[in-house]
Each structure stands twice: as C-alpha cells, then as structure tokens.
C-alpha cells in the first residue's frame, strides 16, 4: 500500500462526511483525498487537501473573507472546501478562461477571474445562509480530522 493509499484510508471517516454532505446537492457528486483543493467538472468529485502551503491558505482565506466578512468564523479547510464546491453548483455558468489563467502571476487576478468568483460568490451566500448547520457540520470535520491528524507520527 502506498503512502497515499494509506492516507486516503486513515481520512477515510472524513471522506465519508463530505460525501453525505455533496450528495445532498447532487448524487452524482464525490469526494476524495487529493494533494490539493480541486473541483473536477467532468467527473463531479471534490478533492479536498490536508496539506496546504500557509501562504496560499492565508491569501485564499483573506480573499474569501474580504468579499464575505460573516465568513470569519469558519476554517480555512471549510472555506476551501466550500468555494470547490461553488466551482459544481455553478458549472452551468462557467467560462472558458484557460488562457487568461496561463499569464496570471498574483493571487488578487486568480481570485478576481470569473470562474473563481463565482464559487467564492456561491459558498460565502451558502455559508451565510447556513451558518449554524455548517458550524455544526465544520465541527464534525474538524473532529474527525485531528483524530486523524493524533494518529500520524510527528
């Protein structure tokens, strides 16, 4: 078993909170352990990361909370997790910007480009809309997720 087999089956209790949670938006949604937060659009599965650089969090985070200031209360994971999320229910309105996202150098013009918007746009109204069931689920998680995180050697 690789590395990776092994982390995906130590997470797997997170995994399966996520899934319950995607599927009541969609039952064709999944999620799964990747090395980074991503939302696949042709195969509808969240990957969701444990290990992210603190600078691509920090900018990601101050971002979120700058266009939702009622964010703050929430994690950074929940954050991430949410705004991928976005990228599925707004796939409908999704434009091709592959090539402006080729030349971009800075965080601000990746946050700024439409597709990015738009799901930090669906996730902060999620989130805000359902502040208090999404605490209760962000504490689920994050308990599960420092069960993990006791398990693993320093």
């Known amino acids: 078993m690789t590395g990776f087999e092994k982390a995906t089956a130590l997470f797997a209790p997170v995994t399966a909170l996520l899934n319950d949670f995607v599927q009541m938006f969609d039952e064709e949604y999944s999620v799964a352990l990747q090395p980074e ?3 696949n659009l042709d195969t509808e599965v969240i990957g969701y990361a444990i290990a992210v650089p603190a600078s691509a969090t920090e ?10 200031p009622s964010c703050k209360c929430f994690h950074s994971f929940t ?16 434009v091709d910007d592959t090539e402006e996202r080729n030349t971009i150098t800075d965080n601000e013009t990746y946050f700024d480009l439409y597709n990015e918007r738009i799901a930090t746009d669906w996730a902060g109204e999620y989130l805000t809309e359902n502040k208090e069931e999404m605490l209760m689920l962000e504490r689920q998680i994050l308990t599960e997720l420092r069960k993990v995180w006791a398990k693993i050697p320093d």
């Open 37 to 39: 937060f991503e939302a």
């Open 79 to 94: 954050l991430s997790f949410m705004h991928e999320l976005g990228h599925l229910e707004t796939e409908w309105d999704v």
């Open 59 to 68: 900018a990601f985070v101050n971002d979120f909370i700058r266009r939702f």
